[in-house]
């Protein structure tokens, strides 16, 4: 508009009085008309939230939901939203609307971290959603990988060794190659109560073949690891820990693994620099700075020595305290 009024050939100067009055006029009428255009009265969308809100509280989710999921992310009011986003996810569960319930939880997680009932409600939703997803699967496709893949682990939790075992063979039999599994299965015969030696080295050989399909599996080099170092085959122990520790930087016990494998062949010097890396990685594990003080004062640095064994004196100290502080709190 301005652009239009800067282009008349005439002046202010030019102009009678009664022209510019009408000129004026008609900027302010149009001014007037044109702000309605753009900014029209909103929507009172609190009182518009506060109306589905009353009507989830009544049950009324059919007519909640839509104006829930229309209104929340345009609240300021942040106890509104709040009350928005818990009525929304009970209507999304109850109409059987996991994508609406999937939004509304991560609205409630990201503006409410800290909030004890959102907590609890982000528990409970997020477990339902995976239940939900879990008995679609058994329905859908009972019989597939990922079925037999959900059955073996729920068998695991439970303590069915010898059932997760078979369920993760029947995956095996319908993918050979599907990375992971080996890995489980090995881990799941060194899960059970004081397993047998052969069951040791069946589990042994599940993590070797384990990294014919997956070679940068750092979990099972490190387990690989910690059976070579219990058999005192440390020589085997001490290039497992080290690719595991290659293989992720961040993993704390394959550099002690590898530090204590050291100490114990009395490569003490080799031994410091992946002990100092675990008490990077894992400060508040005692045994991470006990076997860096025995390092240090194999190789005759008594004060960093000093320093590592009061540090895990003191963290040692305190587990005892937290243990008894537990015991304490545990039901009778």
């Not at 009664?18 to 009265?41: D, E, H, M, N, Y």
């Not at 509280?57 to 609240?75: F, H, N, V, Y």
């Not at 070679?215 to 290039?239: F, K, R, T, W």
């Not at 025995?294 to 895990?312: C, I």
């Amino acid at each position: 508009m301005l652009r239009r009024l800067s282009s008349f050939s005439f002046s202010m100067q030019e102009m009678s009085g009664p022209t510019i009055f009408r000129l004026l006029g008609a900027l302010i009428a149009t001014t007037v008309i044109c702000s309605a255009q753009v900014s029209p009265k909103s929507p009172d969308v609190s009182s518009a939230t506060r109306h589905a809100v009353a009507l989830a509280e009544q049950g009324q989710c059919a007519e909640a939901l839509p104006a829930l999921k229309k209104t929340i992310s345009r609240l300021g009011d942040g106890e509104l939203k709040r009350k928005a986003g818990l009525a929304g996810v009970r209507c999304a569960m109850t109409l059987g609307r996991p994508e609406a319930a999937v939004d509304f939880l991560q609205i409630l997680g990201r503006d409410f971290p800290s909030d004890p009932e959102v907590l609890y409600v982000l528990v409970h939703g997020y477990s339902d959603l995976s239940t939900r997803a879990a008995q679609e699967l058994a329905r859908t496709a009972p019989d597939s990988e990922q079925g037999h893949l959900l059955n073996a682990e729920s068998l695991e939790v439970q303590g069915k060794w010898d059932a997760a075992a078979d369920e993760y063979r029947k995956v095996l039999q319908r993918n050979p190659r599907l990375p992971g599994i080996h890995f489980r299965l090995g881990r799941l015969l060194l899960s059970r109560p004081n397993p047998e030696p052969d069951m040791v080295e069946q589990a042994r050989k599940e993590f070797q073949e384990e990294l014919k399909i997956d070679p940068n599996n750092a979990g099972a080099e490190y387990i690989l690891g910690e059976l070579a170092h219990q058999s005192q085959q440390l020589d085997d122990a001490v290039e497992h820990f080290a690719r595991a520790s290659k293989l992720d930087p961040g993993f704390g016990d394959a550099f002690l693994g590898l530090g204590e494998v050291l100490i114990s062949l009395k490569k003490y010097t080799d031994a410091i620099s992946p002990l100092e890396t675990a008490t990077k990685l894992e400060p508040a594990n005692p045994a991470t700075h006990y076997n860096l003080a025995l390092a240090y004062s194999r190789v005759g640095r008594k004060s960093d020595a000093d320093r590592e064994f009061a540090v895990h004196r003191q963290l040692t100290q305190d587990n005892k305290v937290q243990d008894r502080s537990d015991q304490s709190q545990s039901p009778n």
